[in-house]
């Protein structure tokens, strides 16, 4: 019997001031959301101007991610706080437009476009 392993590896910096960027890579999936939002909201909580999600290392994203993605979206317009995605590959863009979600999210092509 094969073992498989959902992973996520999660970083955090900030960018600028006000400006905070979580790193996402791996799989997005019903067994990493929960330890992903809880790191994202843990951030959120700082009480920033703007959070970017850089998804650029994402190699699956299924509806629970595209959940998560509302949901934090829901939570940045609570706190006042601006959304912006980094999403460059079809593994995150592909789920997105067939979803119609990506006139949903401020969607951009790197880091330094965030702003």
């Known amino acids: 019997m ?3 392993t959902d992973t996520v590896a999660l970083t955090a910096r900030d960018v600028a001031v006000g400006v905070a960027v979580v790193g996402v890579a791996g799989e997005l ?6 330890e992903v939002e809880e790191f994202v909201l843990r951030r959120l909580a700082d009480g920033i101007g703007t959070l970017v999600l850089d998804l650029s290392g994402v190699t699956f994203l299924g509806s629970t991610g595209i959940n998560l993605l509302i949901k934090v979206d829901a939570a940045c317009a609570e706190a006042g706080t601006k959304l912006r995605l980094v999403a460059t590959t079809q593994v995150v863009l592909r789920p997105l437009e ?18």
Do not use: K, L
Request: proline share 4%.
């Open 2 to 4: 094969d073992d498989f």
């Open 98 to 115: 067939v979803t119609e979600m990506t006139a949903h999210f401020t969607i951009v092509g790197a880091v330094d476009e965030a702003s």
């Open 29 to 34: 999936d019903m067994a990493t959301v929960p």
